[in-house]
């Protein structure tokens, strides 16, 4: 059966409140399998001491935070189509899905609860989608050959060899052991904050009237919004209506 409606059916039957002893921690949903040669995978959740193979589903308590999955293949072929998902119980979403493309390891950083920073996005689809953050590209083309063992054997397209083997009857290594494959994409890119311009109200990186209109329109509904607060002082009032009219008569 379909884990959607397996979900949607335990939440319809009424269990709505969570099972986790922690006040802080949630209820979620992990499965891992549906592809071929499901007893080569491996993977293990950090921070935690959770970890697993395929077929694979439990329900678990987790806090809210950062955490990557670290994935492992004992062929050497990738997942063959099997995948580690986690939804939230009660929800048929699927917060993230990962799998292994092809070697023998990779690794799948996600984030659990409510994002409160731009930094706490983790992929550049979402936080571009979050109209305050901008996806912050910073890829480097690395050489293999500069990798350790344990950095090599971590990495997808490198693979620790030696450079002189002998005859196939005697398999000997009359080199040294190296980290081989040509180059790779380290990719440290990250999600970061817009640096809007002070008064900025709508976001649109000018500060006219329009913004004074849209403060004023928060004051009067007694609302809030990003950068809305003009003066830093806290509250949203009038005073920041004259500074904003302040700033843009200054330039």
Do not use: R
């Amino acid at each position: 059966m379909n884990i959607k409606y397996i979900l949607l059916s335990i939440s319809l039957l009424g269990f709505v409140f969570s099972q986790c002893e922690n006040p802080d921690e949630k209820e979620y949903y992990i499965e891992c399998g549906g592809g071929i040669l499901e007893e080569q995978v491996v993977w293990a959740l950090s921070p935690g001491d959770l970890y697993g193979g395929a077929p694979y589903s439990e329900t678990i308590c987790l806090a809210d935070g950062h955490y990557t999955l670290m994935m492992s293949d004992l062929g050497n072929n990738g997942w063959n189509g099997n995948t580690w998902k986690i939804y939230e119980v009660f929800n048929v979403d699927i917060i993230t899905e990962c799998t292994i493309d092809n070697g023998n390891f990779d690794s799948c950083p996600f984030f659990l609860g409510e994002v409160e920073n731009c930094s706490d996005y983790l992929g550049e689809s979402a936080c571009n989608n979050d109209e305050v953050c901008e996806w912050i590209e910073d890829v480097e083309i690395t050489a293999c050959g500069t990798l350790s063992q344990t950095e090599c054997n971590m990495t997808p397209g490198c693979y620790w060899d030696c450079t002189d083997w002998g005859d196939w009857y005697t398999w000997i290594c009359y080199g040294t052991y190296v980290c081989m494959g040509g180059t790779f994409e380290d990719d440290n890119s990250y999600c970061d904050e817009i640096d809007f311009l002070n008064g900025d109200i709508n976001l649109d990186h000018t500060v006219n009237i329009q913004d004074v209109l849209m403060l004023i329109n928060l004051i009067l509904s007694n609302e809030s919004g990003y950068n809305s607060d003009v003066n830093g002082d806290g509250i949203l009032n009038i005073l920041d209506v004259i500074e904003l009219v302040d700033i843009i008569l200054n330039n």
